[in-house]
């Protein structure tokens, strides 16, 4: 029998079948084929070693409607799963994309930082230079008018001596 099962514990007024190990056969559920839902008697070793095909039905077959519901049901849940699947992948894809730009928005700060640092130096260069630039026009005003005073002061000595 292909597909999935699972095994139940249930009161059963008839005795529980052996399967052809000699073993008590637990009830299964059958989920993944054509009677989903449905209950049978399989072997205890089933899905190990142990190479026993044993298979009994415990329920009666279903109504056609029980099994359609299931199906869809089990659909149904296919498609809830395989959404849950795409949604964890763009999830993570999500979480690297953020990463991604929490890194940049690292670099870029520290760039804007250093940018700054850079200008600030500059504006301090210049103030200095302006500064400079103030004292060396200061010196230079100082200079004309001592010329200029020393000029007037020889035009009045050439003066006085005629």
């Not at 007024?13 to 009677?35: E, L, N, Q």
């Not at 190990?48 to 099994?67: G, I, N, V």
């Not at 498609?79 to 670099?107: C, Y």
């Not at 103030?127 to 000029?151: K, N, P, Q, Y």
Request: aromatic share 8%; net charge positive.
């Amino acid at each position: 029998m292909q597909g999935s099962s699972s095994i139940s514990s249930s009161s059963v007024d008839a005795p529980t079948p052996r399967c052809h190990c000699g073993v008590k056969s637990p009830i299964r559920t059958a989920w993944k084929c054509d009677y989903p839902g449905k209950r049978f008697y399989g072997c205890s070793g089933y899905r190990t070693s142990r190479k026993c095909l044993f298979f009994q039905w415990y329920d009666p077959e279903p109504p056609a409607r029980y099994s359609d519901i299931i199906r869809r049901l089990l659909e149904t849940n296919k498609g809830i799963r395989s959404e849950n699947t795409e949604l964890k992948k763009t999830r993570q894809e999500l979480l690297d994309e953020l990463h991604s730009l929490q890194q940049s928005v690292h670099e870029t700060r520290a760039d804007l930082e250093a940018a700054i640092a850079a200008s600030t130096a500059m504006e301090d260069n210049m103030l200095a230079s302006v500064a400079t630039t103030r004292r060396r026009g200061v010196l230079i005003m100082v200079l004309i008018s001592v010329i200029i005073f020393v000029d007037l002061i020889v035009l009045a000595l050439c003066f006085q001596s005629n």
